[in-house]
Every structure is written in C-alpha cells, then in structure tokens.
C-alpha cells in the first residue's frame, strides 16, 4: 500500500530542488498546459490537474496513472505557463522518478534505461559499432585518441550510431563536414549516450552518472566546440552538463551550415521540391535555434518553402522526446492518433512533397506515421543535411 503522505513530501522535496521549482505551488489553474499537450485528451492527469491532487494529497494517484508516461517532454507547456511552473524540466521527471520508485514504468523505458547504464547506449549494442555509420563513406572519419586536436568534437549520439535511418543522416553531415573542409573527429567506442531523454524520464541519478563520465572522457582531448546533430543532446550538453563543471561551446550542425552558407551556396544547384520544416522541440522551442534551419533551406536554388500552420515556438512535437521513442507501444493503448501522424498530415496538407527534419528522433518517427497514414508516395522526410547534398549532387 503506497502512503499518500510519504509520496507528497517527497514530491515536494524534489520540487525544492530544482530552479523555480516550488512554482508550482503558485499554479493558477488556467488550464492553458492541458490544452496545449500533445496528450491533453489522452492522459489521466494535465499538469493543471497533477497540482490540484497535489493539493488533494493524491500524488499517490497520479504516480499509479498513466499521466506521468503520457508526455512527450516538448516543453511547449513550460513555455506557455503564467506561473513560470519548470513541468517540463522538474514536474513531469520527478513524478516519474516517484513511479519508478514506487510504481512500475513502461517495460520498454526500463530495458532502454537499463542498456544505458550496462552498455552506454539505449539500444544495448556494444559500443564498438558506433563508427559503424562511417563504413564505406568513402574517406576516413578521425577517431581521436587521447591528447590528439580537432576543431569540433562531433557527438553523433545513439540514434546516429546505431539506428540505420539516423546513420544515413549522419554520413551526410559528415559529408558536408568534408566538403566544407571542417576539422572535426569522433570519440568512436569512448562515445556514450549523453543522456537527455534519461533525465527527462526521471532517473536524475543515472544522468549525473553518465554527465560526469562523458565530462571526464572529453578531458581525455583537445577540441574547441562540441558539434552535434541531435537537437536532445545538444540540449543536454549545453545547459545541463555546465551543472557539473563543464564549459565547452556547444553548437547544432546547422548553426555551422549556416555560417558558412555563402561558401555553400556558391556549389548549389537547382532542386524542384516543394518543401515544409519541422522545428524539433529542443532545438527550437527550447533553446531558441528557428532562422538558422530556415536560411539552410532557403539557400537552396528552386526550393519553394511552405510553412506549417504550427511552426516556430508552436511547433507540434513528434512524440519521440522524453523517452517516448523507447515505449511508443505503450503510448500507442492510450492515444488514437499519435503526434507524429497528426504532425505528417499537418504537413501534406501544405501541399509540400518533402518534410525537413534537423533532429534523427524526428525522421525515425516521421517515417514511421507516414507508412501508418498513408502518405507514402506522397511526401518524404529528409534531414536538411540530406537536402544540401543532393543538391551540390546535382552538380557532379
């Protein structure tokens, strides 16, 4: 039998933790975070009802619901709330935190979470195919050793080192890299997951486990700017891992693109799409990166760009973040129609043949509610990278 006293103090004192975390104490009770998640019609408690049972001191009920797994992280109510309440960053993790501890998480998120801490990545596979990506590439991709330089230390992450959708997107920014003459090298096997999605899920220990090691680990080598293409690792690097003493510059590779667009654009040729871009919830929404994708695709000779209705700060989310592409089967008992699907019809509806993506969460998910909607044959998902290549392709 769970003590609802003994959940609601340390709900409480978690909450304390975090900056501006006894917020939620000053909840007004709008409404507004309920109506603009994702999963507002599907979970049993909005962040506006999670604060009244706290409230009602029925934390033990919410825990045992399935509201603390019905969130996509997307941080869109976060943005929106008057009373500044951090639910994206504090509220959602430490109520999952409390269900792991007391309840039981999807089955799939513990498998993933527990790859993580065995293997250093959620797919469970040994970290020696990590350069897998970089077979047959056609030049060789620099696997720093200890003390050696680089310009950028690129973090490639989980999704593009072990899924083959997201290793396609990751040879074509190192492509570019290549054809902009960048200096950058990889960790290779010493590469673990940066570990976003685990602090979002609420396993705050494993994170500052795993920020610490990677914090140690790029000791070990000489790099001015970390450079990634995975908009949750950037995240994570750039303002969570600075809690733990590290100080690094670090950029998404579309901000590299885009200032070095002028040399990019003197070698591009002429595409016939019409397209329409995705902002990623952590890439935009989050830390506020909309322009540089945007002059990235409006570069590109013969392109006509179409705008979603949803788009910028309002961008819709693909469901993936959080964790959610580790437990998508159990999202999938609760919701009639996922983010990802309602975010490619949204986006057939411009008109658009082709979806842009900058994040590999996005193409994996993207692609998958395209087969789901039948869409396929009608529009496909393309990371910008993807789309700059084919382009200076044309000129070869």
């Known amino acids: 039998m769970i003590n609802s006293r003994e959940i609601l103090e340390s709900f409480e004192g978690r909450m304390r933790e975090f900056i501006d975390g006894e917020n939620f104490k000053k909840c007004i009770q709008c409404g507004i975070c309920g109506g603009s998640c994702p999963f507002g019609f599907y979970t049993d408690f909005t962040p506006r009802k999670i604060i009244t049972a706290t409230r009602a001191e029925i934390v033990n009920e919410v825990i045992e619901s399935n509201a603390p797994w019905l969130c996509t992280s997307c941080n869109l109510c976060t943005s929106r709330c008057p009373s500044k309440i951090p639910i994206t960053d504090a509220l959602i993790p430490v109520l999952r935190e409390l269900a792991m501890n007391y309840s039981h998480p999807p089955d799939e998120l513990g498998q993933a979470l527990t790859n993580i801490h065995r293997m250093g990545n959620s797919f469970g596979e040994s970290n020696k195919k990590r350069t897998k990506w970089s077979e047959g590439i056609g ?24 899924d083959l959708r997201g290793q396609e997107i990751t040879k074509a920014i190192a492509k570019l890299f290549r054809i902009l003459g960048i200096d950058f090298g990889i960790l290779g096997e010493k590469e673990k997951s940066i570990g976003d999605h685990v602090r979002l899920a609420g396993e705050f220990g494993l994170f500052e486990e795993i920020a610490k090691s990677n914090i140690n680990e790029f000791k070990n080598y000489s790099f001015e700017k970390i450079i990634t293409m995975d908009p949750h690792a950037f995240n994570s690097l750039k303002n969570e891992y600075p809690k733990f003493n590290f100080s690094k510059d670090v950029i998404h590779y579309t901000q590299l693109i885009d200032e070095r667009l002028n040399e990019i654009k003197k070698i591009l040729h002429p595409l016939n799409y019409t397209v329409t871009y995705h902002d990623p919830c952590y890439l935009g929404r989050k830390n506020g990166i909309y322009d540089a994708p945007r002059r990235i695709i409006e570069s590109i000779p013969g392109i006509k760009f179409v705008e979603m209705y949803r788009n910028r700060e309002n961008s819709f989310c693909c469901g993936g973040g959080g964790g959610g592409i580790w437990y998508d089967s159990y999202i999938k008992k609760y919701v009639k129609v996922r983010p990802a699907e309602e975010r490619v019809l949204e986006a057939s509806k411009t008109g658009a043949n082709v979806l842009l993506v900058t994040c590999p969460i996005d193409a994996i998910m993207f692609e998958d509610a395209i087969k789901v909607t039948g869409l396929e044959g009608k529009l496909k998902v393309m990371d910008i990278s993807e789309l700059l290549l084919e382009s200076i392709g044309k000129g070869v």
């Open 139 to 162: 030049f060789p991709v620099k696997v720093l050793k200890k003390g050696e330089h680089v310009e950028y230390l690129f973090i490639v992450d989980d999704f593009g080192s072990f």
